[in-house]
């Protein structure tokens, strides 16, 4: 009886697994299932809607080449051309400043103490030669000889050297012209002047100031010519003739031609007399004044004065 009435295991399964839903009652998960088919023909067909444009062309891998010669009629955008931009004007270069040479640089031990008083910017970047350490006017003598110019007024600079008192006249406001025979020192001396900020009054030439007096034309003449080096100090009376490049008379009667108002710097051991008697080579003859100049009271030079330059 018992094996009988025995239900196999599989038809026991399937009778648990299947679960009848009333019939007059709709359901959503029949309708969901319905629905799947029509769900998943609508995405494909979305999925192929989002298409590429036709001219749109993927790039090739340089080792590929197309397969077939027909290209898409759609013209491939036309590549555009870089406008290079217009160059920038240059600007003009800034002037380098003259190297010191090394004769110059030996020449400054000795007078390195001394820099301050032949130039009080000197840190700012002036420069000068060997022979510009020793014969450069001292600054504070220099600006004393300059108070004697009228301002505004022109002024022949005989012996420019590295610009030490063409720097002083132009700072009075005078207008200078520095005449120097060495290019070299001109370059310095224009170099200087731009440090203290008067280059622009001053008219830089290269000549022999011989050659140019019979030309020129100003208002005063500053004669500071080379004395002969550090041993002029050997000598126990210092003459005129003992001036460099030509005597003290000749360079004289060339800045009469120029003018009537006349500076000399001279050594402190010159001869005064005769530096006097210069004054009586004009008709009628100039005013004179001479003074004796120092610099922490130390004996530098005499200055001359001559016609409105004398008090």
């Known amino acids: 009886m018992a094996k009988g009435n025995a239900t196999p295991p599989i038809a026991r399964r399937r009778a648990n697994a299947v679960t009848l839903l009333p019939t007059n009652v709709p359901h959503r998960f029949l309708r969901l299932l319905a629905a799947i088919p029509k769900i998943v023909r609508r995405r494909?067909?979305?999925?192929?809607?989002?298409?590429?444009?036709?001219?749109?062309?993927?790039?090739?891998?340089?080792?590929?080449?197309?397969?077939?010669?027909?290209?898409?009629?759609?013209?491939?955008?036309?590549?555009?051309?870089?406008?290079?931009?217009?160059?920038?004007?240059?600007?003009?270069?800034?002037?380098?400043?003259?190297?010191?040479?090394?004769?110059?640089?030996?020449?400054?031990?000795?007078?390195?103490?001394?820099?301050?008083?032949?130039?009080?910017?000197?840190?700012?970047?002036?420069?000068?030669?060997?022979?510009?350490?020793?014969?450069?006017?001292?600054?504070?003598?220099?600006?004393?000889?300059?108070?004697?110019?009228s301002p505004a007024g022109l002024v022949v600079d005989a012996f420019a050297g590295v610009g030490g008192n063409s720097i002083q006249f132009a700072a009075r406001g005078c207008y200078v012209v520095a005449v120097e025979i060495d290019p070299r020192k001109v370059e310095l001396a224009r170099h200087n002047a731009r440090i203290y900020g008067v280059e622009d009054m001053i008219e830089f030439v290269v000549g022999d100031f011989f050659?140019?007096?019979?030309?020129?034309?100003?208002?005063?003449?500053?004669?500071?010519?080379?004395?002969?080096?550090?041993?002029?100090?050997?000598?126990?009376?210092?003459?005129?003739?003992?001036?460099?490049?030509?005597?003290?008379?000749?360079?004289?009667?060339?800045?009469?031609?120029?003018?009537?108002?006349?500076?000399?710097?001279?050594?402190?051991?010159?001869?005064?007399v005769q530096v006097e008697e210069l004054s009586w080579l004009c008709s009628p003859p100039l005013d004179f004044e001479s003074e004796e100049n120092y610099v922490q009271h130390r004996f530098k030079g005499i200055t001359a004065y001559f016609g409105n330059a004398a008090r």
């Open 44 to 149: 494909r067909r979305q999925r192929s809607l989002i298409a590429v444009s036709p001219s749109f062309r993927p790039p090739l891998r340089t080792s590929e080449k197309p397969r077939c010669g027909i290209q898409s009629r759609t013209p491939s955008p036309t590549p555009t051309r870089e406008v290079e931009a217009p160059p920038k004007p240059k600007r003009p270069e800034a002037e380098q400043p003259p190297q010191e040479e090394p004769a110059a640089a030996a020449a400054a031990g000795k007078y390195w103490a001394h820099r301050h008083s032949l130039f009080s910017l000197y840190d700012r970047g002036v420069l000068m030669d060997a022979e510009g350490w020793y014969s450069a006017t001292p600054e504070a003598i220099a600006a004393a000889q300059a108070a004697r110019a």
């Open 211 to 272: 050659r140019l007096a019979p030309s020129l034309k100003a208002d005063l003449v500053f004669l500071s010519p080379p004395w002969g080096g550090p041993s002029y100090n050997q000598t126990p009376i210092y003459t005129l003739d003992m001036l460099k490049p030509k005597d003290g008379y000749t360079l004289f009667q060339a800045a009469q031609k120029i003018a009537r108002n006349i500076i000399m710097f001279l050594p402190r051991n010159v001869d005064i």
